[in-house]
């Protein structure tokens, strides 16, 4: 009788272990899904619009057309 509550009271122990744990991973994964459905569609619409002052072959050209004495530093 007493290794039967034994057994009983390790097993309501393992049981609240594994549901603290069960309730940590949920929480874990909600917060990937809130990350995933609203930051990450947020990221993949942005626009890289800066060219960090770098200019294209057409747009070097154009510049010593209009200003030959124009020093550019080509990289």
């Not at 940590?24 to 626009?47: D, G, I, R």
Request: proline share 3%; with cysteine.
């Amino acid at each position: 009788m007493s290794s039967e509550l034994i057994y009983l009271r390790r097993f309501a122990v393992a049981t609240k272990v594994i549901a603290q744990q069960a309730l940590q991973e949920m929480t874990e994964f909600t917060v990937c899904f809130n990350w995933l459905s609203t930051f990450l569609p947020h990221y993949l619409t942005k626009v890289n619009r800066i060219s960090f002052g770098l200019l294209s072959s057409n747009d070097y050209q154009a510049t010593l057309l209009a200003d030959p004495r124009m020093y550019l530093n080509l990289v």
